[in-house]
């Protein structure tokens, strides 16, 4: 089966930057996936890291260590609206479906 | 990457009645997946909706109480049977392309 774990919640203050961890356990590996949900919305597609390193994306950048079972979503120049949800999901060892962890709650402050 | 019109897109329902969610997709796609958000929670897979055959049920899930039905590549429905206040949940569709995973805007449910 799989674990995927990550913190229930943070809080932020605006412009400042945070690091949404998340550790997974699968024995097959296909990739890992950040999403960010809002309240009452569909999750929406942030980053797909399948090789180990940083990949940035403005004020995204998502970092991947499949030795470690790793992986980060760092949000830079926190703004309100970044307040949501961030799912952590990779796709399951048979089939194709993702499973996600618990998700992380992000407050930003003013 | 592939887009998703799921209907309805919220529902208040009596218990014992069901009710049929469906999706569209605008392209076609091969994989297609059924998903509960309960409130507070986080996604959590319901069955894999297989055009042709019979959907692939997680464990804790069965198609009685959760019918699904995939005519084409392009169109699924999931049933939410027999309803019960426990049942009330967003209910989301999924499908995997070349693009990535897109998700459905999601059906919140209320069970009363």
């Known amino acids: 089966g799989q674990n995927i774990d990550q913190p229930t919640e943070m809080t932020a203050t605006e412009g400042a930057i945070v690091q949404i961890n998340c550790t997974y356990q699968?024995?097959?590996?296909?990739?890992l996936f950040w999403y960010q949900q809002h309240a009452g919305e569909a999750p929406t597609f942030l980053s797909y890291?399948?090789?180990?390193g940083l990949e940035e994306k403005g004020r995204f950048s998502s970092f991947l260590s499949r030795s470690k079972g790793y992986s980060y979503l760092l949000l830079k120049e926190l703004q309100m609206k970044d307040s949501a949800s961030y799912l952590c999901?990779?796709?399951?060892?048979?089939?194709?479906?993702?499973?996600f962890g618990k998700g992380t709650s992000l407050l930003v402050t003013p | 990457s592939a887009v998703i019109s799921q209907k309805p897109s919220r529902d208040i329902c009596q218990r014992g009645t069901s009710l049929t969610i469906q999706c569209q997709v605008d392209?076609?796609?091969?994989?297609m997946f059924w998903y509960r958000q309960q409130p507070g929670q986080s996604l959590t897979l319901i069955a894999t909706?297989?055009?042709?055959?019979?959907?692939?049920?997680e464990s804790g899930f069965v198609i009685d109480k959760f019918p699904i039905s995939r005519p084409n590549l392009t169109f699924s429905t999931l049933t939410v049977s027999n309803m019960s206040p426990e049942d009330s949940s967003i209910y989301l569709c999924?499908?995997?392309?070349?693009?990535?995973?897109?998700f459905g805007s999601g059906t919140r449910l209320t069970v009363v």
């Open positions: 999924s499908v995997a392309a070349t693009s990535g995973y897109t």
């Open positions: 392209s076609q796609v091969t994989m």
């Open positions: 699968t024995s097959g590996f296909n990739g």
């Open positions: 909706a297989n055009q042709g055959s019979e959907a692939t049920y």
């Open positions: 999901a990779a796709p399951r060892d048979s089939g194709y479906a993702l499973n």
């Open positions: 890291n399948v090789l180990d």
